[in-house]
């Protein structure tokens, strides 16, 4: 399947993937993955390290090329040979472990030169654009402060206006607060859940289970690079069916817990 040339298509944000595999050599991280995500719809993906969560992510925009199965987003194939991927990638935004940021430009700059490259914007709107997000994110007076006067949380708010400034469809964050002080951790989870609440949709990978609890319509919990259990957040998390599962939230929701 080709991309498609309906508009309303291709802004659809909806994400379907079918079969999904991905290994590095001998060793298969993704072993046939299969996870819809509906349009406004908040999918968090939880689990151990290693289980394959954030290939996966990485998987959707394709900055990890799958072996197997196809990846649709929105009104393109992600996986086919032929996908305009450029085009397909302005509907994502993507947040990443590290912030990513430019050091040597601007809290501004850091949030127009992409849409001045790769959208073609002019200046003024990509200026205008990048304040309007700025603002969303609370760092509105933020502009001419470069990134290493900020703090992580700060840093981490504004690529996630970065992202936003692109006027993405989806959302995907890969454990946007795992670098951040545990201090900083509140303030980016809040902008997260204010995206929630205005409908946009995200595919997160978190181990903050109270976040995932509050704010996702369906939790994922992944392991060994397969779906092991997934449905309404409030019933994985707080009444999980599969041992593996249970194993694994009794370990993160208390940490004391020591297996005898």
Request: hydrophobic share 40%.
């Amino acid at each position: 399947m080709t991309t498609t040339n309906n508009s309303m298509a291709e802004r659809a944000a909806g994400v379907e993937i079918s079969d999904l595999r991905k290994s590095y050599g001998s060793n298969e991280v993704l072993k046939g993955i299969s996870l819809d995500v509906r349009p406004g719809e908040v999918v968090c993906l939880i689990g151990p390290s290693g289980s394959g969560k954030s290939t996966l992510l990485r998987c959707v925009n394709l900055l990890e090329k799958p072996n197997g199965g196809t990846i649709h987003v929105g009104g393109f194939e992600a996986t086919d040979p032929e996908v305009n991927l450029d085009k397909m990638r302005q509907n994502v935004g993507m947040v990443f472990q590290q912030f990513n940021l430019f050091p040597h430009l601007t809290v501004l700059e850091n949030c127009t030169v992409a849409q001045i490259k790769v959208l073609k914007r002019d200046k003024a709107k990509a200026h205008a654009t990048a304040k309007l997000n700025l603002e969303r994110v609370g760092l509105g007076d933020f502009g001419g402060r470069y990134p290493d006067e900020l703090s992580g949380g700060q840093q981490q708010r504004v690529a996630i206006a970065r992202a936003l400034s692109m006027e993405p469809t989806l959302m995907l964050f890969d454990e946007p607060t795992s670098a951040l002080d545990p201090e900083t951790v509140g303030e980016v989870l809040a902008i997260m859940k204010k995206l929630a609440r205005e409908g946009m949709t995200m595919l997160v990978v978190t181990h903050e289970m109270a976040f995932a609890k509050e704010v996702a319509d369906r939790v994922v919990f992944m392991d060994g690079g397969v779906v092991v259990e997934e449905g309404v957040a409030a019933e994985v998390i707080g009444n999980p069916q599969q041992p593996r599962t249970q194993d694994f939230l009794r370990r993160v929701l208390d940490p004391t817990h020591v297996d005898i």
